[in-house]
Every structure is written in structure tokens, then in C-alpha cells.
């Protein structure tokens, strides 16, 4: 049974590069638009989610709020934020709200995959 990895980000094209560079790695994905829309698949979706990756900047709910939700609600999913913030302000308080990792755009496809590897592993 293959895992599933919940992708969050407003921009279509981000989400469509990462679906495809995970899929080709045999991934189910699910993407939503943004931290709203992300909440209500989590609560709705049939299967678990073992991954979530989001990016921070983004309309109704940021990546930020999105983890606090998350772990509030006890979840130990393992979350990757994939941002173009790279602030170590940012980073650190991250960190600090619950991600596990902490990625910056651009990114090498190779690095996004093995970090992805390591937080489904551990």
C-alpha cells in the first residue's frame, strides 16, 4: 500500500512539479490550496495522510496556522515546509509551531525526495 502526501500551496504550479516528482516515486498525493482547504481534506479523506508538505505564504489559512491545527488537534504527521521564506526567523519559528522539516524554494528535486524519505522512515 503506498503512502499518502498531502501537498499545500496556492501556487497550481508548484503543486503540479511536486505531484509529479512524487507520484514517479509511487505516492498517492492530494493537494489543496490552501490551510482551509487543507484542513478539510484531512477531516474528510478516507485514507490517512502519512506527510504533509506546505508552504507558508498562502490566502485564508497560512502554513503557519495550518500546523498549529494540525498538531493541536494531536496529529503527529510528519510536516515539511517548502518556502521561499528562508529567514532563519522563519525557519525557527517553524520549528517552533511543529514542522518537522524545513525546506526553501528553489529546491533540488533529489533533496525534496530524500527528506520526504527520511520523514516517512522515522
Known sequence: ???TILIVDD???????????????????VAACDGMDA???LSTLAED????ITDLNMPNLD???????VRQNRHTTPII???SEEDDE??????????NSYLVKPFK?????????RQLES
Request: avoid cysteine; charged fraction near 20%; hydrophobic fraction near 45%.
Open 1 to 3: 500500500m503506498s503512502q
Open 11 to 29: 501556487s497550481p504550479t508548484v503543486v503540479k512539479f511536486l505531484a509529479l516528482s512524487l507520484k514517479s516515486k509511487g505516492y498517492n498525493i
Open 49 to 52: 495522510v502519512d506527510l504533509i
Open 39 to 41: 484542513l478539510e481534506k
Open 90 to 99: 522563519d525557519q525557527q519559528r517553524g520549528m517552533e509551531v511543529g514542522a
Open 109 to 117: 528535486p533529489a533533496v525534496l525526495l530524500g527528506e520526504v524519505s
Open 63 to 69: 502554513g503557519y496556522g495550518l500546523i498549529k491545527a
Open 81 to 83: 515546509i517548502l518556502s
